[in-house]
């Protein structure tokens, strides 16, 4: 599976972006792709998924209301649409997959990521 995110950038606050996944080289089994964030010295944090069927999608508190995630089977591409963006969301987003049929945020952990992106970098100022 490989993850290749883009349209991470510069914004100011209450601005809106829209990153892309693009995912190629589907596994043979349920998973879920979505997107985890990582501020300067701080850990890495689950932010948004949506499992491979569309059956559930899932929002970290923080982003809950101003994000929204969907995905194009038809163009292999999963999205995050931030809206009314603020300087904490600023950070290295990062398309991840993990494998499996899950639910809630507990699955959403970067321990359990079994594909990465390589990060796309979105920066909102004040």
């Known amino acids: 599976v490989q993850l290749v995110e883009s349209g991470g950038g510069l914004v100011q606050t209450g601005g809106s972006l829209r990153l892309s996944c693009k995912v190629s080289?589907?596994?043979?089994?349920?998973?879920?792709v979505g997107w985890f964030r990582q501020a300067p010295g701080k850990e890495r944090e689950g932010v948004s998924y949506?499992?491979?069927?569309?059956?559930?999608?899932y929002y970290s508190d923080s982003v809950k209301g101003r994000f929204t995630i969907s995905s194009d089977n038809a163009e292999n591409t999963v999205y995050l649409q931030m809206n009314s963006l603020k300087p904490e969301d600023t950070g290295v987003y990062y398309c991840?997959?993990?494998?499996?049929?899950?639910?809630?945020?507990?699955?959403?952990?970067?321990?359990?990521?079994?594909?990465w992106g390589k990060g796309s970098l979105v920066t909102v100022s004040s």
């Open positions: 991840a997959c993990v494998l499996g049929y899950i639910s809630g945020g507990q699955w959403w952990q970067a321990n359990a990521v079994d594909y």
């Open positions: 080289g589907f596994p043979n089994r349920d998973y879920a």
């Open positions: 949506i499992r491979s069927d569309r059956s559930l999608t």
